[in-house]
């Protein structure tokens, strides 16, 4: 008994924040609206991140799964260099690459722009899609692959058809997690964006406070909050399932 | 290959089994090819970039000159970097010792399976969904002395006399910090050191108390010890993530107050694009590059 009273004390530590922070957005219901003028309008900064977060998770996923299939059925020359340099994506810091880059996505005339930001999310979710994907599709049977190539298939036919099918647990993790990775990202668009009516909601929302910092509206802040954690909430709970289990099998086997 | 060039020089469209087409190794490459391209163009160039950017003056706008070794020189001389690596490195140790001790507390509160632990388990989770830019403006909220609820939650329970400097005083702004980040983070850190302690067999613990081991003999005996290496992924990742913090720091305290609160990633970011310096940016960047692989390097061994 005494263990769901601490169990509920810390839940409701928390959760408060958010439970707050979404009172406190709706106190003055016009919080939303005055938001939604702001700057070039929520709904541009919105449409940016639904595209930037559609177009990572569509590139993470189409060549995590390509990758992934090829690194768990196939020998070729460079494999274990190629796999160990994606892996080192992890050990490299972060902050440290995105200035290169910014000078790199300028040669390759992707600056300022959405594709090259979501190519960019796309290379650092890199490590633990593919890792993932590798998994996946190493623990499918290969009988299941076989008696598709018997009957006819190229390995791509397989691979689309029915492997793709059986892996759908791990596709969704690493989708969900590129997902949030891009819609919650705050330095890369700060560095890579410069042009306000490309900015993501985190730049949007967080140069809303800081230009007018002082004056600064509280209700119209959280109502920002709202915007940006609320999708990742439902998404989170929704998929929490094949998140969970995805997240616990590729931990125990790796 | 040339097995596979018909007569009339085209592929076969449909030759049984047409896997056979292409040699396993061509094909192999074919789907590794993507990632290939994305680690090469988006990793391997901006490291080898970032190396050379560092031995030129490259200014923002205009045109480079080789300058070697200036921008590494002139690290010594930024009295702000040397002050936020002190930081970094206070701000990491703390960091790290709060996030293990309080992750590893609500993995041991919610591990056993029974009625309603799958809710607190969300509960502790649900904040790791919430991007960090929109949990420091919602901590900003939240602490915010005419608007927050926290002062005067404070005060009607007699804790407090008076509305708390959160981030106001460089001690409390430190604080303030590590409370978003264990909030943010504690409930990850949960669900990682919940995958080893199910990894545990269940017959050791039993064991263990048929040998009459009581419940601190079995915690430091057998869970610690079987722990470790989950511990150790934990450690590596919250003392990488806390080393290289900057979203909490430019989001909630600005830095402030008074450069107290300036991390050495906030250095990086305001040489490049305040100071215009991409040079000496980048100087600082590979520091901090070579510094970090050591780093990693030397915990994975010792931790193995």
Known sequence: ?254 | MTLTITRSGRRPAHTAPSARWRSRKVQGWLYAAPTAVIVGVLFIAPLALVVWMSLNRWPLLGQATFNAPDNYLKIGDNPLFIDAVLFTLKYTAITTVLLSAVALGLALLVQDRRPGIGFFRTAFFLPGAVGFAAAGLLFYGMLNNDFGPIDPLLQALHITSEPVKWIGTPNMALFSTIALVLWRFAGFNMLILLTGLQAIPTEVYEAARSDGANRRQVFTKITLPLLRPTLALMLILSVTGSLLAFDQFFVFTNGGPDNSTVSMVMVVYRDAFFRFDLGGAAALSVVLLVALVGLNTVMMRRLR
């Open chain 1, 1 to 254: 008994m005494s263990r769901y009273l601490t169990l509920s004390a810390l839940a409701v530590l928390f959760l408060f924040p958010l439970v707050w922070s979404g009172y406190a957005s709706l106190e003055e219901p016009s919080n939303y609206l005055e938001m939604a003028r702001f700057g070039e309008g929520l709904g541009t900064y919105a449409t940016n991140s639904v595209l930037v977060s559609v177009m990572t998770v569509a590139g993470t996923l189409v060549i995590s799964a390509l990758g992934g299939y090829g690194f768990a059925r196939f020998d070729f020359p460079g494999k274990n260099v190629l796999f160990l340099a994606t892996l080192a994506i992890l050990m490299v810091p972060y902050a440290t690459i995105l200035i290169p880059l910014y000078v790199l996505l300028g040669y390759l005339g992707l600056q300022n722009s959405l594709v090259g930001l979501s190519l960019v999310f796309v290379m650092f979710q890199l490590p633990f899609a593919l890792f993932m994907m590798r998994n996946a599709f190493e623990a499918l049977p290969r009988e299941l692959e076989e008696a598709a190539l018997v009957d006819g298939c190229g390995t791509f036919r397989a691979f689309a058809r029915i492997l793709l099918h059986a892996v759908r647990p791990a596709l969704i993790t690493v989708g969900l997690f590129a997902f949030l990775a891009s819609w919650n990202d705050f330095f890369a668009p700060l560095i890579l964006l410069n042009d306000g009516s490309s900015f993501t909601l985190p730049v949007a929302v967080v140069s809303m406070t800081q230009h007018t910092f002082g004056a600064i509206d509280y209700g119209m802040l959280q109502a920002g909050v709202m915007v940006m954690a609320v999708p990742c909430l439902i998404l989170f709970i929704v998929l929490q399932r094949h998140y969970v289990r995805g997240f616990m099998s590729g931990a125990l086997r790796g």
